[in-house]
């Protein structure tokens, strides 16, 4: 079997494969184009009469529960990046197969963290065939230097689901790492040695997955409340020592930043949504775990609280600085992806408006709608954007894969998406005649808040004309592009393979781009 | 630029144990002559944490041709334009046999070609300048009384600090190849601070260097007076003669290279001998500020600096009356504690009240508390409206008197309310239409 297929031109311009893996995939069309038929996927059904009636599912290992699963050679095994770099459960997963002499196994993580770089012993020797989910680090270079025998895939949190639920991507083993589960395997999140806050991410492998192994190092009598994971979906639990490194789990940038340049942006930005009246009470945001995403939190507080107004919701990512407005009565509720510091955590346990929220309800596209579209600003990050607004987040400009996607591509639906990027960094421009790799279309990207100007989105004449006499730096993103290259010089275009090894799909299924390998 | 590189900054400002102290506050600096033949010289920074700079380590041969390695982090954006850059120096020195080893983090032409032209020049010994494009954005004078609230140091050896430094607006940026500098960098330092004058934008601050200390310092001169720097900082400056130097020698430079623009000083006293010297100091040709700096003025006394500066009470007193008897700015020390927004707050306050003029800064975090509070408060504003209204008023009447109230307002009165008008309304705390609304309430 190829890696891919039958290339194409779709409808952004970009060159893209429609059969990756030996399945037809359909080039992107545009947004909102891509109609889905059919009805979505089902697991099988199964019986009570083939589960222990007291209740009690517990295997004694890993490798013995995939056994029972009836693991072979091709399947696709999920896992889930909940303890992120602190997973323990991941790898076990693939020694466990690798012990068994499977091999040509499909890897479906949410996400893929540095800690799962020993995975790469297993791609080179067949275990795993390939990886849909995101390649970071060590695992993103090992796939664009084209050392995975199958195609990559990356999809958004909600593609994911959306891939999920659709049977795009059908999971045979789901294995869900829980910090908290009862032997029924009702699992939860929010408290345990390695609380994570909830288990999201996993809702779809749960629902759609053909069997679900649970793996706790906390397994408390029945019944585990509140269940995030129901137990009915599950067929096996195993406990282990450890699941998770605490502090690794919270590892995410929880910090507001110190630095001045990251501070001018986040500055920038929050005086930004002032002016064209987005910060009103009752409004909503969204801002991601960096440092000066956090910073910009800070802000919108500092605004809200000086005059007297608060927000009706805010999506997390959630941290202490989200909690700390919520407790100070700022938002009414967080709807919470993911926690990323133990303060959030906390607040989850505790405080009845921050709710526990997954890809199904935040992002999913092929859903009756989802609460991305109804954010009045979010605030995001990225490696690159076009003259077009066209942005990248998952290649380096050298051509590396170096980031998943997340649910940045879901969150482009919001109402206004913000990028506060550095114009450059070190010596590489952000702002590129062309993309690298495109991971949204520039008709959803808004505003881009850099340190020596913010640049808005033609389409977007509403924010234009509110900022008609404005103070604020407004140029045009040809006039920022021409000085990160009187600055910078101007760059040369990486020269890469005609080879491709990853796909990126849009929210709805469709291939948006291909990353080709590079030239070592 | 993250904190901690400006940390690292303040621990050379505060730091050096290498410089050689002799007698009272004579640092002598061992800068290694650029004829110090070695083999092989090593210039630059690398390692983790280093950003926007390179490592060149260069051999000159007899023969063999030119042999780049480049491990750049940007080598598929400008490999190609490093390696033109690298081979367009070696012919400007004629040089035709060489082994370079360019490991870059990210550095822009001006730091590569710095960090290569001083390696060159410590083999050869040449003293042939490689000069990177001159901004004509970087082309202007300063005038002898424009505001100084704000001066941000950066170290004169570390290209990451600098690039972004205009951006947040200080009145002046410090390019400094003193105290933060290390001993061992300070010759390879001078390259790049030359080439930042020339090539970075430092969109409208006022360009400042401060030199080493005189005598040694006199030679950091030869490097910035040809580049157009507003401003030159005289560190540890304890008498009048020390300035009489840095003029002679500017004015000497300034003649070879046909200047005609003004190049002012700004002595920084930072003894007690300076302090007694003050006024001698302040009343010096082209000083139009006195810093003090009060980390070595408290060692010199012995004593530990604290955040209330009882300590250093009378030495910025006599600092405040020197500048204002000479009529030049009176220019506080830097505040150390970068996290401590509101120390810094209360130490503006009060470096205001004592009648300094403005104050050295060492994170562009500090600028904005530093400008918001040396800038004038609403009951100055509203007294300066007050006052500059009745002058045009008496203006306008043909009166030669101005008077408020029952109070008759002399010139210099007036002046200083003009001098606060037009600095609120610079700093927009004040619109420029002011007077309507003034007479319409």
Known sequence: MSKYDKLTTNAIGRVVPQIINGKEAVPYLGVGKFRPTGRKYAPPISTCADYPDDGNKVTGSIREALEKCGLKNGMTISTHHHFRNGDLVGNQVFDAAAELGIKNLTWAPSASFECHSPLIKYLEDGTIHHIEGSMNGALGKFTTEGGMQGMGILRSHGGRYQAIQDGDLHVDIAVIAAPTADAFGNATGDRGPAACGLLGFALADSQYADKVIVVTDNLVPFPCVPWQIHGNYVDHVVVLDKVGIPEKIVSGTTEITKSPDRLLLAELTAQFCDETGIVRDGFSFQAGAGGTALSIGIYFAEMLRKRGMKARFARGGSNKYLVKMLEEGLVDYILDGQTFDLEGVRSMRENAGHLNTSPFTSYNYHGKGNFASMVDVVILGATEVDINFNANVVTHSDGYLLHGIGGWMNCLFSKCVILPIPLFRDRMPVIRDQVTTICGPGELIDVIVTERGIAINPLRTDLIDKLKGSSLPIRSIHQLKEEAERICGKPSLPVLSDEFIAAIKWVDGTVIDAVRKVIV | ?441
Request: aromatic share 6%; glycine share 6%; net charge negative.
């Open chain 2, 1 to 441: 630029m993250d904190e901690l590189q400006y940390f690292l900054g303040i621990v050379f400002f505060f730091a050096l144990p290498d410089v050689t102290l002799h007698g009272n506050h004579n640092t002598v600096l061992n800068i290694k002559p650029e004829a110090d033949v070695a083999a092989i010289a090593a210039i630059g920074n690398k390692g983790k944490g280093i950003r926007s700079d390179c490592h060149v380590t260069l051999e000159i041969r007899q023969s063999g041709g030119i042999e780049i390695q480049l491990i750049s982090k940007v080598k598929s954006m400008y490999g190609d334009s490093i390696l033109s850059l690298c081979n367009e120096i070696f012919r400007f020195y004629n040089i035709s046999d060489a082994s370079l080893l360019l490991e870059d983090s990210g550095a822009l032409e001006l730091v590569i070609a710095a960090r290569l032209e001083a390696a060159i020049r410590q083999l050869t010994g040449s003293t042939k300048e490689y000069l990177t494009e001159f901004l004509p954005q970087n082309k202007y004078q300063t005038a002898r009384d424009r505001d100084r609230f704000s001066r941000l140091y950066l170290p004169g050896n570390s290209p990451s600090l600098m690039i972004n430094a205009g951006i947040h607006k200080p009145n002046g940026i410090i390019l400094d190849l003193e105290d933060a500098v290390a001993v061992s960098k300070k010759a390879e330092a001078r390259f790049l601070v030359r080439n930042a004058l020339r090539s970075l934008d430092f969109y409208g601050a006022e360009r400042m260097v401060r030199i080493n200390q005189v005598p040694a310092g006199l030679a950091d001169l030869d490097y910035i007076i040809p580049h157009n720097v507003n401003l030159v900082l005289v560190p540890k400056c304890e008498s009048a003669e020390q300035l009489k130097l840095v003029n002679e020698n500017i004015e000497k430079i300034k003649k070879e290279k046909g200047i005609n623009s003004n190049i002012w000083l700004m002595p920084i006293i930072e003894s007690a001998l300076g302090v007694l010297k003050a006024l001698e100091i302040a009343s010096s040709p082209n000083v139009v500020a006195v810093a003090i700096g009060l980390e070595d003025y408290t060692a010199d006394l012995g004593t530990r600096r604290t955040n209330e500066g009882n300590e250093s009470f009378f030495a910025r007193s006599m600092v405040v009356n020197a500048c204002k008897a000479a009529g030049v700015q009176a220019i506080d020390s830097v505040f150390s504690d970068i996290a401590d927004m509101e120390a810094l707050k209360q130490t503006v306050l009060r470096s205001k009240a004592l009648g300094f003029d403005g104050m050295g800064c060492i994170h562009p975090r500090q600028i904005r508390v530093i400008h918001d509070n040396f800038a004038p408060d609403e009951a100055e504003i509203d007294k300066a409206k007050k006052i500059v209204n009745a002058f045009i008023e008496a203006t306008e009447k043909g009166l030669g008197v101005v008077s408020l109230g029952t109070k008759m307002i002399d010139p210099p009165v007036v002046k200083r309310a003009q001098h606060t008008i037009n600095l609120a309304v610079s700093m927009g705390k004040l619109n420029a239409d002011w007077r309507n609304e003034f007479l319409n309430v």
